[in-house]
């Protein structure tokens, strides 16, 4: 068990009410199970709960009291207190959780300074911060031509996504030759890899001139191969002619909504709130746009781009889905089975992850199960970033719905 302050000033609602808020709340993160946010008893309205006199005990934690909340509800534990914490876990007394399925538990995602408009809120609980992604994406040397990733799991769904591996691959590329930007890097997802546990990720150099290096790449677990590809990294030149494709005319992030992806110092807005998930949303075209920003990035220009590549996956599928009415990707591993097959990623320019990136997907094909995605990355001034497509798969799956694990299954 692992419990970390939350940097981050914490809300509790019942309903529209306030019930608890805290600048001094502890995440506390178990194997298996979803993070929960212990708040100071000081800083709760417990004069909002009732104490029924329920106790349980946590094999893990001691002895607990359950509250219920007055109101609106069925009356089942809403809040809980370890009265009898175990030996070494003294830190718990003085603390309580709520059921975030009951109660609304969130965070103010926000920076000392930040003006309003950069001040979002994520809904508890969250996959972890932006630092978290990070770590993930800067993996480590482990020997010549070999890299390794720290894991961090989604108790809901631990898979790694393909773009993460693709993100490492960026920054394990960097780091093998300084000093060039990676401009190219196509990347085919083989089979799933387990999110709590470390990805190897190996290169072979296939050439290295005075401009260019071409690497091989792959990621593997338990001596699996996981992804494989290529990657070509250049030491650029000066122009002898440029132009690019111009941006989609779309609102700029502050007049979008943010959109929550449970993830805190990741800023994503999505013009006109086209992305949803929702099977019954109504149907639009084959395009969904997205803002993207990162709060606190290291001066590290391979995990700049690494970010930009991770995100790669997020919503290419969904845009495909987007014309077909009834269908959503809220789906995905419960009654369609969906995945990203290949990514190829080309970098026009040095990134800055910590600015606004807009993201265009357009799905330029679906059927026979497949779908192909054109898509576009430019910064705030419409200068072109990056420019990706994604193979992906939409099908049903063989066993018929409910025949497979949603937090396993692809």
């Not at 780091?175 to 387990?194: E, I, T």
Request: aromatic share 6%; charged share 25%.
């Amino acid at each position: 068990m692992e419990a970390v302050p939350c940097p981050w000033p914490a809300r509790a609602w019942w309903g529209d009410e306030l019930v608890a808020e805290s600048a001094g709340a502890v995440r506390v993160e178990e194997p298996g199970r979803p993070p929960a946010l212990y708040f100071p008893c000081a800083d709760v309205r417990l004069d909002r709960f009732r104490d029924d006199g329920d106790r349980t005990t946590c094999p893990v934690k001691g002895a607990a009291r359950l509250w219920s909340l007055d109101g609106p509800g069925d009356g089942a534990a809403a809040l809980w207190r370890f009265t009898g914490p175990r030996p070494g876990l003294d830190w718990l007394a003085g603390l309580a959780a709520f059921d975030h399925d009951r109660v609304r538990v969130e965070l103010v995602d926000a920076a000392d300074g930040d003006a309003p408009r950069d001040v979002t809120t994520k809904r508890f609980p969250t996959w972890g911060d932006a630092a978290h992604l990070v770590d993930v994406l800067d993996v480590r040397p482990a020997g010549a031509g070999r890299y390794t990733s720290v894991a961090r799991s989604d108790w809901r769904r631990p898979v790694v996504e393909g773009s993460q591996m693709l993100g490492q691959a960026v920054v394990a590329a960097g780091r093998h030759a300084p000093g060039r930007r990676v401009v190219s890097a196509h990347m085919v997802f083989l089979r799933p890899a387990d999110a709590r546990r470390p990805l190897a990720l190996d290169l072979d150099e296939l050439s290295a001139g005075r401009t260019f290096t071409a690497l091989a790449a792959h990621a593997s677990q338990d001596g699996r191969r996981c992804a494989a590809g290529t990657l070509l990294l250049d030491a650029t030149a000066p122009d002898v002619v440029r132009h690019a494709a111009a941006p989609p005319d779309v609102p700029g992030p502050y007049d979008c909504e943010p959109y929550d992806m449970g993830v805190t110092g990741r800023d994503v807005r999505i013009p006109g709130g086209a992305y949803t998930g929702d099977p019954d949303a109504p149907a639009g075209p084959p395009t969904l746009d997205a803002w993207v920003r990162f709060r606190d990035v290291p001066d590290d220009g391979p995990v700049h781009a690494a970010l930009l590549a991770q995100f790669t996956g997020h919503l290419s599928i969904a845009a495909a889905l987007r014309p077909h009415e009834g269908i959503g990707q809220s789906q995905a591993h419960r009654t369609l089975s969906t995945a990203i097959n290949a990514i190829g990623l080309s970098l026009h320019a040095d990134v800055r992850a910590d600015r606004w990136m807009l993201y265009r997907h357009r799905s330029t094909f679906a059927g026979d199960g497949m779908t192909h995605a054109e898509c576009r990355v430019h910064d705030e001034a419409g200068a072109l970033l990056a420019s990706f497509t994604v193979d992906a798969m939409v099908r049903r799956f063989a066993g018929g719905a409910g025949a497979q694990d949603e937090r396993t299954a692809l």
